[in-house]
């Protein structure tokens, strides 16, 4: 269980990082579709893990979790994605239990920052 951040970490962890700090990844849609995304906040990171069933983000999902703590600055939910879907076998479903941990800390970190479509 993730520690419940403050306000002002909240709000830190939510903002939109400045373009030299970006993580780039793409979306493959196949059998040739290719869309390469720039994902400048957790709530793009969110839409680009989002199961769908025409495609599947393209990210290093180790390189990802450095990103979230060194660039967003949100340590513990690195840690909680490497805990709990690096341990696991495949990348298709590694990407899904980053989308759900992920998923869960957002609403927790909109709720703890005052958002209300939190």
């Known amino acids: 269980m993730m520690q419940?951040?403050?306000?002002?970490?909240?709000?830190?962890?939510?903002?939109?990082l400045p373009y030299d700090a970006w993580l780039y990844a793409a979306l493959m849609m196949p059998p040739k579709l290719i869309q390469k995304r720039s994902v400048k906040?957790?709530?793009?990171?969110?839409?680009?893990?989002?199961?769908a069933s025409n495609a599947i983000a393209s990210v290093d999902l180790p390189l990802m979790c450095d990103w979230i703590e060194e660039k967003v600055g949100d340590v513990?939910?690195?840690?909680?994605?490497?805990?709990?879907?690096?341990?696991?076998?495949?990348?298709?479903?590694?990407?899904?239990k980053a989308h759900e941990v992920l998923l869960l800390r957002i609403g927790a970190l909109k709720k703890a920052a005052g958002v209300l479509d939190a």
């Open 4 to 16: 419940q951040p403050t306000r002002q970490q909240a709000r830190e962890f939510l903002r939109m």
């Open 41 to 51: 906040t957790l709530d793009d990171l969110e839409l680009l893990l989002r199961p």
């Open 76 to 96: 513990a939910l690195a840690a909680q994605i490497r805990q709990e879907a690096l341990t696991i076998n495949g990348y298709k479903q590694q990407c899904q």
